[in-house]
T-cell receptor
Framework: NAGVTQTPKFRVLKTGQSMTLLCAQDMNHEYMYWYRQDPGMGLRLIHYSVGEGTTAKGEVPDGYNVSRLKKQNFLLGLESAAPSQTSVYFC??????????????FGQGTRLTVV | AQTVTQSQPEMSVQEAETVTLSCTYDTSESDYYLFWYKQPPSRQMILVIRQEAYKQQNATENRFSVNFQKAAKSFSLKISDSQLGDAAMYFCAYRQAAGNKLTFGGGTRVLVKP
């Protein structure tokens, strides 16, 4: 029972490099999210998706792009990494809104350092 | 926009005693959900408890309970009979009933002293 799996778990990038974080969920959830976690600021929403082929901006979308080509996968891309993007990134997924299942399930996070 | 505030960066509790974490939020909505998540050193986000705003009864899950004051927009978490395994960051979160995004507070670190 994998739940939400993030790849990779750790990464160090040089300024200007690009990379893609992969999130995969096996719960058939409609909604998927990318958050970043910085000290004292909780988790802030970067982008999210309400279904396959759809994406939307969250609270802090600048410098990131996302794609949801398959329902189970949600990719987060950094085209040109900056030190300000050093953070821990969390992917989450959740079922469609039915008033009963409101919980979001989280991956274990990716610690990204940009030097 | 909704905001969630956790005013206590860190709380310390003796093992077997009780600690209460505060959370306040700002919203103009009448129907929403509130959550407490626990984040141990492993970084995993674990749901501790949830509360539906339309329910007046406070949610309880074993040693964890909430004090939900809708008019005051307050949602505190009480951990009773604290255990060493309760040591973690705790995040309060808000979600609109008709929305799909979680808004998080800044977190409270709980230290449990043996």
């Amino acid at each position: 029972n994998a739940g939400v799996t993030q790849t990779p778990k750790f990464r160090v990038l040089k300024t200007g490099q690009s990379m893609t974080l992969l999130c995969a969920q096996d719960m058939n959830h409609e909604y998927m999210y990318w958050y970043r976690q910085d000290p004292g600021m909780g988790l802030r929403l970067i982008h999210y998706s309400v279904g396959e082929g759809t994406t939307a901006k969250g609270e802090v979308p600048d410098g990131y792009n996302v794609s949801r080509l398959k329902k189970q996968n949600f990719l987060l891309g950094l085209e040109s990494a900056a030190p300000s993007q050093t953070s821990v990134y969390f992917c989450a997924s959740g079922p469609s809104l039915d008033g009963l299942n409101t919980e979001a399930f989280f991956g274990q996070g990716t610690r990204l350092t940009v030097v | 926009a909704q905001t969630v505030t956790q005013s206590q960066p860190e709380m310390s509790v003796q093992e077997a005693e009780t600690v209460t974490l505060s959370c306040t939020y700002d919203t103009s909505e009448s129907d929403y959900y509130l959550f407490w998540y626990k984040q141990p050193p492993s970084r995993q986000m674990i749901l501790v408890i949830r509360q539906e705003a339309y329910k007046q009864q406070n949610a309880t899950e074993n040693r964890f309970s909430v004090n939900f004051q809708k008019a005051a927009k307050s949602f505190s978490l009480k951990i009773s009979d604290s255990q060493l395994g309760d040591a973690a960051m705790y995040f309060c979160a808000y979600r609109q009933a008709a929305g799909n995004k979680l808004t998080f507070g800044g977190g409270t670190r709980v230290l449990v002293k043996p």
